[in-house]
């Protein structure tokens, strides 16, 4: 079904119409066998990305040079992208860097690829080219390595941290041995990588189901030892992720944020990962020293707190918060995520209005008006909050 959506089919057809070969790969073949949503979708192909673009210009697809040089461009049909990826086998590697050349032999590109469940294809008419037994893999919910583990870890390191990342979404079976004990040998070689890239694997694994288990065997080989030297254990992200599943949302920076011991430094950690200004706001907001929320206090106490730290900041500090009262707990969600925060009636420019000359004094009025304000939930309007600004200002307050 998700193979004959008219959207695919128009990016399949234009291939096939210029004699281009093209198979599914990756994700979108692993997600289908096991039979859940298919959400991107990756293609590979057997002829160079310009002749893919020429058919796809020609059935007027529109078409994003993505990564031409590395054979890599974007079709987007009905609104939806699709990464179209030319067959490469490996010509050389220094260890860092693979050198790879095009090719339209699609056992060869299998065999560049990192898992048995990562290296199968599916064509239009659902034939799988499984040339590893990654669907038994698959099925059985083990992650095995193309070839030696040991090897394909020296050609690319970050495959220590895609093992661990396909094992918390997929794995049920105990780690391989050959794949773990590779990934243990290579945990000093880590800090070579960019930040950029154990950034993203380690975010997609938090956002695993359940990561906690995985996350500790990591640890214990020491694969946090150089990117997050501050992991202080997993109760915290246990707590955390059971309070996501009672409102369904996984949150792989809030996820990061709960494996982080006391001392972390947001500012650091944001640095070293590369998070942008806004994630990192989030992880400060996190890791912060002011006691987690209490949800035991009502619905004017999340307010309060919701119009201080805004929704969204809200809801990271309530998900550290203890599950003791699930009923409390899920109302504080529920107000967080559906009560949007008043303004307050009136501002600095009412204070002069009223008589008050600039300076120091406004902004103090103001300041002490909105505390009145929330502490009485939000409710006095705005006529409400003028004449309680008329009485402090004979009262002579902040004079
Ligand atoms: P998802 O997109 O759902 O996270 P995915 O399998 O599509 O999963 P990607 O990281 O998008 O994962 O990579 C796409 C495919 O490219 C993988 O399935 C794998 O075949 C190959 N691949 C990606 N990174 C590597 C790597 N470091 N080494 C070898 N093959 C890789
Ligand atoms: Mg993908």
């Known amino acids: 079904p998700w193979m004959s959506d008219p959207r695919t089919r128009r990016v399949l057809d234009a291939l ?3 004699g281009i070969g093209v198979r599914f790969v990756g994700g979108c073949v692993r997600d289908a066998l096991l039979g859940k949503d298919v959400v991107d ?5 057997d002829h160079p990305p310009e002749a893919a673009m020429r058919a796809l ?3 007027h697809l529109k078409v994003i040079p993505t990564g031409i040089k ?8 009905g609104g939806r992208p699709y990464e179209i990826t030319t067959l490469r086998r490996d010509v050389e590697t220094d260890g860092r860097h693979a050198i790879v050349a095009f090719t339209d ?3 060869a590109d299998a065999a560049r690829r990192d898992f048995t469940f990562n290296a199968m294809f599916c064509d239009a008419s659902g034939d799988l080219w499984d040339f590893f037994s990654g669907r038994d893999d698959l099925v059985a919910g083990r992650v095995r390595f193309v070839g030696d583990a040991a090897t394909r870890i020296d050609e690319d390191v970050l495959r220590t941290l895609r093992f661990f990342r396909f094992h918390a979404w997929y794995g049920r079976a105990p780690f391989d041995a050959d794949g773990f004990a590779a990934c243990r040998a290579a945990a000093g070689k880590l800090r070579s990588l960019s930040a950029e890239r154990v950034r993203k694997e380690l975010l997609k694994l938090l956002a695993a189901d359940d990561p906690a288990a995985t996350i500790e065997a990591m640890a214990a080989i020491g694969l946090f030892s150089h990117w997050l030297p501050e992991h202080g254990g997993t109760d915290l992200l246990r707590r955390v992720v059971a309070n996501e599943r009672a409102v369904s949302v996984a ?3 809030r996820r990061l944020a709960a494996i982080i011991g006391p001392a972390g430094d947001a500012t650091m950690i944001g640095k070293r990962l590369r998070l942008s200004t806004q994630e990192s706001l989030r992880l400060t907001v996190m890791l912060s020293a002011e006691p987690v929320i209490d949800v035991g206090h009502g619905a004017a106490a999340v307010r309060r707190q919701v119009y201080q730290l805004g929704n969204a900041l809200y809801v990271d500090r309530l998900m550290r918060a203890s599950d003791a009262g699930l009923p409390a707990w899920m109302q504080a969600y529920r107000l967080a995520t559906t009560w949007t925060a008043p303004e307050l ?3 600095g420019g009412d204070v002069l209005k009223a008589g008050v000359p600039a300076g120091r004094r406004v902004g103090a009025l103001v300041a002490a008006l909105e505390g009145w304000w929330i502490d009485r939930d939000f409710a006095p ?3 409400a909050c003028l004449a309680e600004l008329r009485r402090r200002i004979e009262a002579g307050e902040g004079a």
């Open 345 to 347: 009636p009136v501002s």
């Open 41 to 45: 979708i990756d293609l590979a192909i």
């Open 381 to 383: 309007d705005r006529a």
């Open 105 to 107: 032999d699609w056992r």
């Open 251 to 253: 949150d792989g920076l």
């Open 16 to 18: 096939a119409r210029d």
């Open 57 to 59: 210009t020609a059935a």
């Open 70 to 77: 590395h054979g890599t461009i974007t079709a987007v049909s």
